[in-house]
T-cell receptor, first 115, second 115 residues
Framework: EPEVTQTPSHQVTQMGQEVILRCVPI?????FYWYRQILGQKVEFLVS????????KSEIFDDQFSVERPDGSNFTLKIRSTKLEDSAMYFC?????????????FGPGTRLTVL | GQQLNQSPQSMFIQEGEDVSMNCTSS?????WLWYKQDPGEGPVLLIA?????ELTSNGRLTAQFGITRKDSFLNISASIPSDVGIYFC???????????????FGKGTKLSVKP
């Protein structure tokens, strides 16, 4: 069964450093998302991406964040200068059709730890 | 904005017992979703509900879409140890214009099952 994959599974970084989290969505999916989950809290929407541009973004997704689909398979989230409060699980999700927002497939997540 | 209030926050039950958890919102949702998250994993969709009043089952899981479209519940019958995890309700944000967007999540119900 096709699945969303994410790398790395765990990233440890120093405050102020840049990190890039990588996702490979399901191959025929067209809509891509990043969510984050601070330890013990709910999953929160960061950004959605379609047709090589951002569709929606939350207030969490400030100028320190950017997303990119550099090729036909990868979808990346970059945090330019990490802060302690960026420590969280980051989940990538995708779906194929515009009406399928309710059937987003989630990756296993990347745990980001900012020291 | 739209928010989901989920209860209870946690449950500690004996194997074989039935479980019930619910989710309410101050605003209407057109779709209700129930996800399960195992430790270190991404959310996995359990049940999707599309119509007010709809009752849907998936094995030992049963979920209902409230008639007011502002609530939903999830029941698990005859719980087993592998039911342990965090259960989230979620729903697509309704954008201006009526289209569905990113998912918003409740804070989760943490289920512990004692063998």
């Amino acid at each position: 069964e096709p699945e969303v994959t994410q790398t790395p599974s765990h990233q440890v970084t120093q405050m102020g450093q840049e990190v890039i989290l990588r996702c490979v969505p399901i191959s025929n999916h067209l809509y891509f998302y990043w969510y984050r989950q601070i330890l013990g809290q709910k999953v929160e929407f960061l950004v959605s991406f379609y047709n090589n541009e951002i569709s929606e973004k939350s207030e969490i997704f400030d100028d320190q964040f950017s997303v990119e689909r550099p090729d036909g398979s990868n979808f990346t989230l970059k945090i330019r200068s990490t802060k302690l409060e960026d420590s969280a699980m980051y989940f990538c999700a995708s779906h194929r059709l515009a009406g399928d927002t309710d059937t987003q497939y989630f990756g296993p997540g990347t745990r980001l730890t900012v020291l | 904005g739209q928010q989901l209030n989920q209860s209870p926050q946690s449950m500690f039950i004996q194997e074989g017992e039935d479980v019930s958890m619910n989710c309410t919102s101050s605003s209407i949702f057109n779709t209700w979703l129930w996800y399960k998250q195992d430790p270190g994993e991404g959310p996995v969709l359990l049940i999707a509900l599309y119509k007010a009043g709809e009752l849907t089952s998936n094995g030992r899981l049963t979920a209902q879409f409230g008639i007011t479209r502002k609530d939903s519940f999830l029941n698990i019958s005859a719980s087993i140890p592998s039911d342990v995890g965090i259960y989230f309700c979620a729903g697509p944000v309704i954008n201006y214009g009526g289209s569905q967007g990113n998912l918003i999540f409740g804070k989760g119900t943490k289920l512990s099952v004692k063998p």
